[in-house]
């Protein structure tokens, strides 16, 4: 996953992206989220690989495991 998945200040303000692309990992995550499938994300970003798609997935679930909770912004 670490060579799938890169941060750098000047792409996308330093939020994760898919190494070598400025697709963020929120974005993935988004269309899975919303219920799109892999095929879904793969045709609409003819450029990754599933492998791509698995890593922003596992990087989410290291995030979360570190103990993070969701608040309500007031």
């Keep these: 996953m670490a060579s799938r998945i890169s ?3 000047d792409i996308c303000n ?3 992206v ?3 692309t400025r697709i ?3 974005t993935i995550l988004a269309f899975l989220g919303e219920g ?3 095929e879904d994300v793969l045709e609409e970003y003819p450029t ?3 492998e791509d798609i698995y890593a ?3 990087f989410a679930a290291q995030v979360m495991a ?3 909770e969701v608040q309500k912004i007031a």
Aim: some cysteine.
């Design 7 to 9: 941060t750098h200040p």
């Design 18 to 20: 898919i190494a070598g």
């Design 56 to 58: 922003c997935m596992q």
């Design 48 to 50: 990754l690989s599933r």
């Design 36 to 38: 799109d499938s892999l």
């Design 24 to 26: 963020p990992v929120h």
């Design 66 to 68: 570190h103990h993070y």
């Design 14 to 16: 330093g939020k994760p």
